[in-house]
């Protein structure tokens, strides 16, 4: 329990939600000191509105961040305060207000940030309507607040500068550790294995955004400190992570033929499933000990276990006999060479833990680090490209411009209490997307309803403002650190918050109570409604860009594979960028299949095929990552026509998808190319027999051996082969689907 406590403590959720709490909470108590709550609320106010812009990154990013922040929120709070007497002017000023703030979000997600901060301090400001000389007071007393939360974060910054970056590859190793489980988990005889591909589809997700987080952090350590050890540290760790990434999706294996296999010769599954899980447990375990800030000390003998499964495998030829194990020898010794690549990656993990990191173990791979980031620059015509109903920003700007729109309007028609409570629950809930919006309304709904009892039973018991201050306080250092991870409690506890802080002001608490509970469910129904009916962005209508993005950037991997293979060069940075954005790629058209999964079942008539191309494009892309992977570690021969032949019948049947999704006309292909490509198979099959046979004249074994190893690529090019046909065929038809339901 402790432990426990003790990480969640030092986690970066934790350090945040204190960082807002320590800078909200002095400015009340000192203020009230003095006898001014009132200036030390607003000035409270001003930290709380800035700190969602508070986004990991370097520090002059982050304090040019915090800078513009407060200054659009204390401009904006002035703006609403000046115009609000004069109902002609501001509605519409409101409506333009609203509508572009919202859209500045296509900058990204700080400017995402910015914008959520800059639209609740409309609501917020109609809370605290000032006249005369005390509405610039009060936009001063704001900025003022952010300027202190400034201060409080460069401060936080400071005490522990590379903590963020060791939580981030924290999270990166447990991440990793979890894929690696999954994987072995599929040896199970009886197993779920489109439960578990569906799992690893959404941990690739999760691991393509902490991957480009980490490479931000390492960019801007290496800017700030240079090339120090701790620098290279991470550095290494987080490249080893990447490989290990890439090499258990380029080294995929047909479960289902392997357990037909081996089924009957358990000890080989149970071998390597026991192998593959003590891997996972390894990572997970040094994840742990990084987080806990411990040495690390292993407690798992990989190599133990290497000797076990090559025992195993031994044991599995001498029981069917040399000739009849030739194949199963050939995928188990697959198996074997897979596991020794991942568990020399995992010491290298454990080295760079345990010792000093030299610029030699780099071996230059940090070269050109710079050209994977995604840059940041906020150019007009970004802006005015999305001013169409084609944006996906436009649409939800401009929903969300007229939901709370509507919510003033309703809040002030009826007798409503607090219409600002409204407003406020339509801002925080509603998201670009109708499942993201649909799931944090009830959960919305159920913290604040579970705040509300939870609040009213302390308040019943407790009259100690004292003892209900500091709850107050804990409850919002609580609320801060769980809505990022955990929406419902997180929400719960902002509620206590809230009805604690109103039960020190005022002695109506029940009614606030009841107020709250009501406004918090009238506003989530308004922005599950909008999400709904208003310009909704379903993600069966985004799918074919998805899709086209996602078979793009496989169609350029393989081309970049190719020209290595053709040209023998060093690994260029074309090559590692293509092969990033197909993995990005890839991940964000499963990103957008589990939201689709999400949405109304009315909204889901393509559900089984986009789940065919999403599965198909991850599948393409193992393929290629294989391809590529073996092409680097080993000595390859002249690439042949042969190859280059089926490599550009994939290449084009990748292109004819592409075109099919564009609802352009493909030319039907004659059954001439599929002989001819028949033909090119057996022809480099043949070719690279006789060049092995030259080889290793006098060394039949050597020969067995690389002969072993040439198959391996030439299935990988007939598996590229069905694939890229597959792709084609499901996107006719999806294609041909969404055309019948117009």
Not at 63 to 89: D, E, K, Q
Not at 549 to 576: D, G, P
Not at 626 to 643: N, W
Request: hydrophobic fraction near 45%; include cysteine.
């Amino acid at each position: 329990m402790i432990p426990k406590i003790k990480r969640f403590a030092d986690s970066t959720h934790f350090t945040n939600a204190l960082k807002i709490t320590i800078a909200a909470v002095i400015p009340v108590l000192l203020f009230s000191q003095l006898g001014n709550f009132t200036i030390g609320f607003a000035i409270a106010l001003g930290t709380i509105l800035v700190y969602p812009s508070d986004i990991p990154s370097n520090l002059k990013h982050k304090i040019i961040g915090i800078l513009v922040t407060a200054f659009i929120v204390s401009s904006v709070n002035l703006l609403i305060n000046l115009l609000h007497p004069y109902s002609w002017i501001f509605y519409p000023f409101l409506a333009v207000l609203l509508f572009f703030l919202s859209m500045i979000s296509v900058y990204g997600q700080r400017a995402t940030m910015v914008s959520f901060s800059a639209i609740i301090t409309i609501p917020l400001a109609f809370a605290h309507l000032q006249t005369g000389w005390d509405r610039i007071e009060y936009a001063g007393l704001i900025l003022l607040g952010g300027v202190f939360y400034l201060l409080v974060s460069i401060i936080f910054f400071h005490i522990k500068p590379h903590r963020y970056g060791e939580l981030q590859i924290v999270e990166c190793i447990k991440l990793t550790s979890k894929y690696l489980k999954l994987r072995g988990d599929l040896w199970e005889v009886n197993s779920d294995r489109k439960a578990i591909t569906e799992k690893q589809l959404h941990l690739q997700v999760e691991l393509n955004a902490i991957h480009e987080n980490i490479r931000q952090i390492l960019i801007d350590n290496r800017t700030n400190s240079g090339s120090s050890n701790q620098n290279r540290k991470m550095l290494l760790v987080f490249i080893s992570l990447v490989e290990i990434m890439e090499l258990a999706i380029a080294t995929s294996f047909d479960h289902n033929k392997l357990h037909q296999k081996f089924d009957n010769h358990p000890r080989v599954l149970k071998t390597y499933q026991k192998l593959a899980n003590n891997l996972a447990k390894s990572l997970r375990d040094l994840s742990q000990s990084i987080e806990d800030g411990k040495k690390y000390v292993s407690t798992h003998n990989l190599l133990s276990d290497l000797n076990d499964l090559e025992l195993a495998i031994e044991n599995y030829e001498n029981d069917l006999g040399k000739s009849a194990a030739s194949e199963g020898v050939l995928m188990l010794a697959n198996m074997l060479l897979y596991a020794e690549k991942q568990v020399e990656k995992s010491k290298t993990l454990e080295r760079a833990f345990t010792g000093i990191v030299n610029l030699q173990d780099l071996k230059g791979r940090d070269k050109d680090l710079e050209k994977f980031i995604t840059p940041q620059y906020y150019p007009i015509s970004t802006l005015i490209e999305n001013l169409s109903f084609s944006s996906t920003v436009f649409r939800h700007s401009l929903r969300l411009t007229i939901t709370i729109l509507i919510g003033f309007l309703i809040g002030n028609i009826l007798p409503f209490q607090n219409t600002y409570w409204i407003v406020l629950t339509i801002i925080v809930i509603m998201r670009q997307g109708y499942g993201l919006t649909k799931e944090r309304t009830f959960q919305r709904i159920i913290g604040t309803i579970a705040g509300g009892f939870i609040a009213f039973g302390v308040l019943f018991l407790v009259h100690d403002s004292t003892i209900i201050g500091a709850l107050a306080i804990i409850s919002m250092l609580l609320g801060f650190s769980f809505t990022p991870t955990n929406y419902k409690v997180g929400a719960t506890f902002v509620t206590v918050y809230v009805i604690f802080l109103y039960g020190i002001l005022t002695p109506n608490i029940q009614d606030v109570i009841e107020y709250r509970i009501l406004d918090t469910l009238v506003g989530a129904l308004f922005a599950f409604l909008a999400n709904y009916f208003l310009w909704p962005s379903w993600e069966f209508v985004k799918i074919p860009v998805y899709l086209e993005k996602s078979i793009e950037a496989n169609k350029n991997y393989l081309k970049q594979i190719s020209l290595f293979y053709n040209t023998k060069e060093e690994v260029s940075i074309s090559y590692r960028l293509a092969r990033k954005h197909a993995f990005i790629e890839v991940g964000n058209l499963m990103a957008s299949f589990q939201r689709m999964l999400q949405e109304p079942k009315s909204k889901q008539t393509k559900l089984t095929k986009v789940y065919d191309l999403t599965v198909l494009n991850h599948s393409l892309l193992s393929s290629i990552a294989s391809l590529g992977t073996y092409i680097q570690s080993h000595k390859t021969s002249a690439a042949s026509e042969a190859f280059n032949v089926v490599v550009d019948k994939v290449i084009e049947n990748l292109e004819d998808a592409i075109t099919i999704l564009r609802e352009e006309t493909v030319a039907p292909k004659l059954d001439t190319v599929n002989e001819d490509l028949s033909k090119r198979f057996i022809e480099l099959n043949k070719i690279r027999t006789k060049e092995l046979k030259e080889e290793n004249d006098n060394d039949e074994d050597t020969f067995q051996l690389k002969m072993q190893e040439a198959q391996l690529v030439i299935e990988q090019l007939i598996w590229l082969t069905n694939l890229s046909e597959n792709i084609v065929k499901t996107t006719r038809n999806l294609i041909k689907t969404e055309n019948e339901l117009r």
